[in-house]
C-alpha cells in the first residue's frame, strides 16, 4: 500500500511546565535602527513569498508523508502565523475594525465553499442531527460552518467512495479547518496584542511560550475540548504571530545584531532537547508535542525573520520559480484547505495499482513509493485552483482568475498609455 499520513491535529497536552520560560533580554527602544533596503510602499516581500511557499511544499509533503523530521526541517504552521502576524501589523496602521473587517471576509468564502462540497457530501451519506446524538447542539454546531470561532463539526468514521476517495474522508477534509479558527482569533486579538508589544516586548512575545509550559506541566488545565484546543493552538504559536508583528513594527531590528542568533538557537534547541526526550518519532512528532512546537518554531522563526532581505524583486537565481511561487502565494488558502483531500483520493487512486499483478510482482517498490502519488497530489490541487481558487478573488473584491501565476493585468487608461508598473 502507498504511504499516507494522515494528516489529523494531534490531541492537546494539557499540562503545565515547572520551570520558567520566555526570553530574559531587554528589547531596548533606544537602540538604532539598521539600515534596510528601500522597498516599494505596498509593494510584496519576495521573501516572505518564498517562506510562504516553502511552507505549503512542505505541509503536503508531510500531511502525505507522515516523515517526523520535516517540521524540524521547516516549521511551516510557525511560519506562516509569523507571516499572518507580519501582514496585520502592517494593516493595523488604518483602523482595527476596519482591518478585522477585510481579514475575516478573505477568510471566510474559500471556507464556505468547503463547507458547501464538505457538509453536502456527509449529509449524503447519513450524517445528520440524530449521529451526533444531540440534534440540537448539532445545530448550533454548524454554524461553525460560517464562522469558524471554534472547530466545525464532521462527521468521523464514514466509509469511503469505492475507488474514488478512502474512509474517513470527513475527517481528512476537516482536518485544515484547525488553522483557520486558530488565524480568526489572532486577527481578533491582534489590535490588543500590538498594544501589548509595543508597550512590554519580551513579555508579549514569551507570553504564549509560558501557557504552553504551563499546560505542559500541569499547571493548567481545563475541562471540555474546545476552550482547551483553542488555548493551545494560540500557546503553541502565538510567539510566531507576535514575532511576526515584531518584525513589521521594527522591534527585532532594535536589538543588536548578534542577540537573535546568540538566543534563537538556544530556544530552538531546548525545544528540540524536550521532544527528544519524549519520544520523538513518526506518529509522536512534534504536532503532538505543543510545547516542543511552540519553542522550536519561535526560535527558528526567529532566524528567518532575523535574515529578511527585503526582496522587491527576485534574486536571480530564483527567477525561474516567480510564477509557481506567485500562484502558491496567490491560492494559498485553497491550497491549504484542500490538500487533505487530494492527497486522500490520490492515495485512493494509486492504491488499486496494486490489483495488477505483474506491478505488485516487479514494480512494488514503485508502488511503495510516495513520489508519484506526491505528483498526482499536486495534481489534484491544481485542479482544485483551477476549479475553487476563485472564491478568494471575489474573497479581496478582485476580478475572478483561473490562474493567477503572474501579476494581473491593468487595463489602460482611457485617452492614453496605461500606468507603468
Known amino acids: 500500500m502507498s504511504t499516507y499520513h494522515s494528516p489529523q491535529k494531534a490531541p492537546h497536552a494539557m499540562t503545565v511546565p515547572s520551570t520558567r520560560t520566555g526570553a530574559t533580554d531587554e528589547l531596548s527602544d533606544t537602540a538604532p535602527i ?7 510602499s505596498g509593494g510584496r516581500d519576495r521573501y516572505f513569498d518564498l517562506l510562504r511557499a516553502l511552507a505549503l511544499f512542505r505541509v503536503v509533503l508531510y500531511h502525505l508523508t507522515g516523515w517526523a523530521w520535516l517540521p524540524l ?26 482591518v478585522i473587517k477585510s481579514r475575516v471576509r478573505r477568510l471566510l468564502p474559500p471556507m464556505w465553499l ?12 447519513g450524517w445528520g442531527p440524530d449521529a451526533e446524538g444531540h440534534p440540537g447542539w448539532w445545530w448550533l454546531h454548524l454554524t461553525y460552518w460560517i464562522l469558524p470561532l471554534s472547530d466545525p463539526p464532521f462527521a468521523e468514521g464514514l466509509p469511503g467512495v469505492h475507488g474514488f476517495i478512502g474512509e474517513n474522508w470527513a475527517a481528512d477534509l476537516a482536518g485544515p ?13 491582534s489590535p490588543f496584542l500590538l498594544r501589548a508589544l509595543r508597550a512590554l516586548p519580551v513579555a508579549t512575545i514569551a507570553a504564549p511560550i509560558a501557557l504552553s509550559a504551563a499546560f505542559e506541566f500541569g499547571y493548567i ?20 504571530w507576535i514575532l511576526g508583528m515584531a518584525h513589521q513594527e521594527g522591534v527585532l531590528q532594535r536589538l543588536p545584531r548578534y542577540i537573535v542568533p546568540s538566543i534563537a538557537p538556544v530556544i530552538a534547541m531546548v525545544g528540540l532537547w524536550y521532544a527528544l526526550n519524549h519520544d520523538f518519532g513518526e506518529g509522536n512528532d512534534l504536532d503532538s508535542m505543543p510545547f516542543a512546537q511552540a519553542l522550536w518554531s519561535c526560535g527558528t522563526v526567529m532566524l ?37 483531500t487530494c492527497i486522500l483520493i490520490a492515495a485512493t487512486q494509486w492504491d488499486r495499482l496494486w490489483a495488477f499483478e505483474p506491478l505488485e510482482q516487479n514494480a512494488a517498490w514503485l508502488l511503495e513509493s510516495p513520489w508519484p502519488v506526491l505528483a498526482l497530489t499536486w495534481l489534484l490541487i491544481a485542479a482544485c485552483v483551477a476549479c475553487f481558487g476563485w472564491a478568494e478573488d471575489l474573497a479581496a473584491k478582485r476580478k475572478p482568475r483561473l490562474w493567477p501565476s503572474g501579476p494581473e493585468k491593468r487595463r489602460p487608461a482611457r485617452g492614453g498609455a496605461g500606468h507603468r508598473r
Open 34 to 40: 539598521p539600515e534596510q533596503a528601500p522597498r516599494p
Open 73 to 98: 526541517l521547516f516549521p511551516s504552521m510557525g511560519v506562516m502565523f509569523a507571516l499572518a502576524g507580519n501582514l496585520m501589523a502592517r494593516s493595523l496602521k488604518r483602523p482595527a475594525g476596519q
Open 114 to 125: 468547503l463547507g458547501v462540497v464538505g457538509v453536502t457530501g456527509m449529509v449524503l451519506q
Open 177 to 189: 479547518l484547525w488553522y483557520l479558527r486558530a488565524y480568526l482569533w489572532y486577527v481578533l486579538l
Open 221 to 240: 488545565t481545563l475541562p471540555g475540548e474546545r476552550i482547551p484546543s483553542a488555548l493551545t493552538d494560540f500557546s503553541t504559536f502565538g510567539a510566531c
Open 304 to 340: 528567518l525573520l532575523h535574515v529578511s532581505p527585503s526582496w522587491s524583486e527576485w534574486p536571480k537565481r530564483l527567477r525561474r520559480w516567480d510564477r509557481p511561487i506567485t500562484l502558491l502565494n496567490s491560492r494559498a488558502v485553497t491550497i491549504y484547505l484542500w490538500h487533505n
